[in-house]
């Protein structure tokens, strides 16, 4: 079994910075992508950042220039470090991995549809 859990929410008004954290604990064979997510209500759920194993980022739009993200391989942990905010950034975010892990001492299977529970970001004043 594999878990993601996000850390960093909160509120900041316009123009702060804050700082997500996505730990992933299991059976980890390889992580080979994570990424972050953010859904807004009445909104489809949208990529915000990713990064796979070889270090190859991709951010949306909206967000380039102002986040980035990270990746700490000992701690299987992904960061997003986001600058800059602005109210149309308040979302929920999610964060998501595609791991191959241990499903018996034997076989590794893969999952690209790992999520976290969410964390709320709400850029106001």
């Known amino acids: 079994q594999v878990q993601l859990v996000e850390s960093g929410g909160g509120l900041v008004q316009p123009g702060g910075s804050l700082r997500l954290s996505c730990v992933a604990s299991?059976?980890?064979?390889?992580?080979?992508?994570m990424g972050w997510y953010r859904q807004a209500p009445g909104k489809e759920r949208e990529l915000v950042a990713s990064?796979?194993?070889?270090?190859?980022?991709t951010y949306s739009d909206s967000v380039k220039g102002r986040f980035t993200i990270s990746r700490d391989n000992a701690k299987n942990t992904a960061y997003l470090q986001m600058n800059s905010l602005k109210p149309e950034d308040t979302d929920v975010y999610y964060c998501?991995?595609?791991?191959?892990?241990?499903?018996?001492?034997?076989?590794?299977?893969?999952?690209?549809?790992?999520w976290g529970q969410g964390t709320l970001v709400t850029v106001s004043s």
């Open positions: 990064m796979t194993s070889d270090d190859t980022t």
């Open positions: 299991g059976s980890i064979f390889r992580i080979n992508a």
């Open positions: 998501n991995a595609d791991i191959t892990y241990y499903s018996s001492p034997y076989y590794r299977r893969r999952n690209s549809d790992i």
